[in-house]
Each structure stands twice: as structure tokens, then as C-alpha cells.
């Protein structure tokens, strides 16, 4: 049972161009989520995050929204650049309740056409 | 500061053999996480310590595998013995504070087992 889903496995968009990529969540535990970017042979390296008390949280070219509602959150990128592609892996964990492990989805490829 | 580091980077070993992964976490932070990372399960929590303390072992998948950590600046994960489906990257990633936090990963060490 995935509790964290990325319906989109790649994705591709020009550069200059906004970048959106998808997460849904069935957990309702869930309260802290996060994005992580990921190259080949590396690590994922933490890129933004949001807090279950804010709809959006903004840091540079990056912007994550959150609809509890809807379970949902998306990572836009403004403006695309080439060296944004990599995969990008949404993760969410339930801080209140102690458990602190991130649980991830599938992972969404960007990539970014010069 | 020079991150989360793993070791090895690569390991290739025969089924049946004895494997451990190393882990040196971000000095200062006090939990711990192990992940592994295939093309069917994608990233999956294995283990996590707090404060050198296993907290959460549900994804170890059997009794073959195991993990340490004897100190705030050391961990191990071994598999004994290892079979071909235990082949896939496992990371290494720790946070700073009890609290749900942003957590850093380490290189992730690349296991095949022949």
C-alpha cells in the first residue's frame, strides 16, 4: 500500500519554462512533507519542505503547496534550468506521533531541455 | 562539514557471504536512518536509531539482516547471509534534532550480490 504516491514517472519541460511535479498522501498522519532531488550515483539531497500548518513555503526558484484537503502537494520550479534535472522524491512523515522516518514515493524524473 | 559518509561505496559479493555497510553520521545529529533503494520498492525505511537507540526495525526484511550502532558517530548494517535480492543501494541519512526533521544523505552504497 503506497502511502505516498508520484503518478508521474517522468516529465520533461523547456528551459525558462515552470516545472510542476505532483504528490498525493492517503496517510492523515502525515504532517511534515518533503522534496528531495536526486542524481545519479548520489544521495537525495534535501530541497524544501513544509510544515502541515502552511499551504506553501517558497525558497528561491522552488515552491511547495500543500492542500490537506485533497491530500496533495505539488514542487514548482520557476524558471526550469537545465542542471534541475535529476529525480525528484516527495517524502512525508508524522512527526507528531514520534515516528520520524520518511516514507517516499516513487520518485518523478525531470528533465529539462536546453 | 563532510556529510553523511558510507562505506563502501560499492560491494560485490557472492550469495552466502557475509556483507556489512558502514555509517558515519553528520556530527551532532542524533538519529539515524538506513534506507535501501530497488527498481521495485524504490526507497524503503529499514531501521532508524535515536540517541544510538533502535527505534523502528519494521522494514528490516528478515532476521538476515541487522544493525548497530555502538556510538553517536557509528553504524553498521550487515547482511548474513546475502542472497541475490538483497542487491540495491542502501543509504544512510541522519537528522539533527527529536523532532520531525530534514534528513541528510549519505553517498548510498551500491551492493551486488552475485
Known amino acids: 500500500d503506497q502511502q505516498v504516491k508520484q503518478n508521474s514517472p517522468s516529465l520533461s519541460v523547456q528551459e525558462g519554462r515552470i516545472s510542476i511535479l505532483n504528490c498525493d498522501y492517503t496517510n492523515s498522519m502525515f504532517d511534515y512533507f518533503l522534496w528531495y532531488k536526486k542524481y545519479p550515483a548520489e544521495g537525495p539531497t534535501f530541497l524544501i519542505s513544509i510544515s502541515s500548518i502552511k499551504d506553501k513555503n517558497e525558497d528561491g526558484r522552488f515552491t511547495v503547496f500543500l492542500n490537506k484537503s485533497a491530500k496533495h502537494l505539488s514542487l514548482h520550479i520557476v524558471p526550469s534550468q537545465p542542471g534541475d534535472s535529476a529525480v525528484y522524491f516527495c517524502?512525508?512523515?508524522?512527526?507528531?506521533?514520534?515516528?520520524?522516518?520518511?516514507?517516499f514515493g516513487s520518485g518523478t524524473r525531470l528533465q529539462v531541455q536546453p | 562539514d563532510a556529510g553523511v559518509i558510507q562505506s563502501p561505496r560499492h560491494e560485490v559479493t557472492e550469495m552466502g557471504q557475509e556483507v556489512t555497510l558502514r555509517c558515519k553520521p553528520i556530527?551532532?545529529?542524533?538519529?539515524l536512518f538506513w534506507y535501501r533503494q530497488t527498481m521495485m520498492r524504490g526507497l524503503e525505511l529499514l531501521i532508524y536509531f535515536n540517541n544510538n537507540v533502535p527505534i523502528d526495525d519494521s522494514g528490516m526484511p528478515e532476521d538476515r539482516f541487522s544493525a548497530k550502532m555502538p556510538n553517536a558517530s557509528f553504524s553498521t548494517l550487515k547482511i548474513q547471509p546475502s542472497e541475490p535480492r538483497d542487491s540495491a543501494v542502501y543509504f544512510c541519512?541522519?537528522?539533527?534534532?527529536?523532532?520531525?526533521?530534514?534528513?541528510?544523505f549519505g553517498p548510498g552504497t551500491r551492493l551486488t550480490v552475485l
Open positions: 517524502a512525508a512523515s508524522e512527526g507528531d506521533t514520534g515516528r520520524r522516518a520518511l516514507t
Open positions: 541519512a541522519s537528522s539533527p534534532r527529536t523532532s520531525t526533521d530534514t534528513q541528510y
Open positions: 556530527s551532532g545529529h542524533n538519529s
